[in-house]
């Protein structure tokens, strides 16, 4: 089983600064696979990123997913005030399996 | 527009199974190759994958919930459902349907979720 370990647990951080999500698998992980969530409060969660790099419809450019293997990265190029979330990364093994990283919290400094 | 909409009691007693139905709208559970699937996510922590269908029935389950969980589909009322059996408190949490893209696998559809809570 792959576990995905995100950190940090909490980023807290101003409006127009930069944050950077780290998402680390316990093994080698097919970029293909591998999705980034933003989740609200009260929300389901909203998928940003896919394919690793791929932005879904509708996110905004300021969001970008990079890394390969077992090391990946969203980062929020400047914050907005709607982008203080909880984000989640999660991967496809093998078997229809979805495994999902424990969360980032992004807060408002 | 593809719409996944949970239905089902929000309080059950432990030991009991919590039944769960989906019902997808805007197009048809059958028409292409697509998995139907149930993730759940116990207040104030995260999310986790239960298992997953496709229209033909064949299913893949979390390991970890395997001997309690079925999930079954019904294509004439563009339906699935999860049964989640012997539930305790730790089964409490807010339950989403969802259907996971056919190539990557990534969620670009979910319902807006439910809250089960397991109390007697």
């Known amino acids: 089983e792959i576990v995905l370990t995100q950190s940090p647990g909490t980023l807290s951080l101003s409006p127009g600064e930069r944050a950077t999500l780290s998402c680390r698998a316990s093994?080698?992980?097919?970029?293909?696979?591998l999705a980034w969530y933003q989740q609200k409060p009260g929300q389901a969660p909203r998928l940003l990123i896919y394919?690793?790099?791929s932005r879904a419809t509708g996110i905004p450019d300021r969001f970008s997913g990079s890394g390969s293997g077992t090391d990946f990265t969203l980062t929020i190029s400047r914050l907005e005030p709607e982008d203080f979330a909880v984000y989640y990364c999660?991967?496809?093994?093998?078997?229809?399996?979805?495994?999902f990283g424990g969360g980032t919290k992004v807060e408002i400094k | 527009q593809l719409q996944l909409q949970e239905s089902g009691p929000g309080l059950v007693k432990p030991s009991e199974t919590l039944s769960l139905t989906c019902t997808v709208s805007?197009?048809?559970?059958?028409?292409?190759?697509?998995?139907w699937g149930w993730i759940r996510q116990p207040p104030g922590k995260g999310l986790e994958w239960i298992g997953s269908?496709?229209?033909?029935?064949?299913?893949y389950y979390n390991p970890s919930l395997k001997s309690r969980v079925t999930i079954s589909v019904d294509t004439s009322k563009n339906q699935f459902s999860l049964k989640l059996s012997s539930v305790t408190a730790a089964d409490t949490a807010v339950y989403y349907c969802?259907?996971?893209?056919?190539?990557?696998?990534?969620?670009?559809?979910w319902g807006q979720g439910t809250l089960v809570t397991v109390s007697s």
């Open positions: 969802a259907r996971p893209d056919r190539d990557g696998f990534q969620i670009d559809y």
């Open positions: 269908i496709y229209y033909s029935g064949s299913t």
């Open positions: 805007g197009g048809s559970i059958s028409s292409s190759s697509y998995y």
């Open positions: 999660q991967q496809y093994g093998s078997s229809q399996r979805l495994t």
């Open positions: 093994q080698s992980v097919s970029s293909s696979y």
């Open positions: 394919g690793a790099s």
